[in-house]
Each structure stands twice: as structure tokens, then as C-alpha cells.
């Protein structure tokens, strides 16, 4: 079976990469794909159990830096308003 989306033929490495470049650019889904395989601690990936985790990988990894990035934003806007000018 295969749909446009996974290939089962593939490696998980060229799936991921495929799904998420149409997401978030080829660069970026390089970047991502490379990440979830050294926490996998793979260099040899091709089954879909080794695509699904990698999918909680990047999930999980998403979360963390969502949260990081919103308490990031948070700082940036607070600081903003202490320091800026009142007229």
C-alpha cells in the first residue's frame, strides 16, 4: 500500500524529509530530519515504526521550543513596555 504520502518503499529518512518540506521548507526539513535521527541514534534508517519515532521526536522537540519561543516573546514585550518612553 502507498499513498502520496509515504512511500513504503523509501526510507523513513526520505519520507519525513518529503512531508516536511512542504511544511517548512527543504532546508529547514533537512535540519529537522538530521535532529530526529541522531536522537534516534540511527544512520540507517527504513522501517515506518523508525518514521513514527521520529514523528514523536519532532513533536515533542516542536512543543519544547514553542513554549520557549512563547516565553521568549513574553520577556521580549515585557521589556519593551518597562523601558519604553512615556509621554
Given amino acids: 500500500m502507498t499513498t502520496s504520502r509515504y512511500d513504503y518503499n523509501r526510507s523513513a529518512r526520505k519520507n519525513m524529509i518529503t512531508a516536511l518540506t512542504d511544511t ?13 535521527f541522531k536522537a534516534l541514534d540511527r544512520r540507517h534508517p527504513a522501517s515506518a515504526d523508525e518514521l513514527i ?26 521589556y519593551r513596555a518597562l523601558y519604553a518612553p512615556v509621554d
Avoid: I
Fill in 24 to 36: 517548512v521548507g527543504a532546508e529547514a526539513a533537512s535540519v529537522l530530519t538530521n535532529l530526529a
Fill in 53 to 78: 519515532r521520529m514523528a514523536d521526536y519532532l513533536m515533542e522537540l516542536a512543543n519544547l521550543v514553542r513554549v520557549t519561543a512563547r516565553s521568549q516573546k513574553v520577556d521580549a514585550v515585557t
